[in-house]
């Protein structure tokens, strides 16, 4: 099976246009909710200290 790395969680992977090469490690253009949903999270816990 193919490692996606990165690609694996991306929201974007079926509609991305950039040329990858797998594994994919970096990316400026990765979304994924759950990682969203954690940096909002820890935002809120920050502002709160």
């Given at each position: ?39 909002h ?9």
């Amino acid at each position: 099976m193919l490692s996606k790395g990165l690609c694996l969680s991306c929201k974007n992977d079926k509609s991305c246009i950039f040329a990858r090469k797998f594994p994919v490690l970096e990316c400026e253009e990765f979304s994924n909710e759950e990682a969203e949903k954690a940096a909002h999270k820890k935002q809120r816990i920050l502002a709160k200290a």
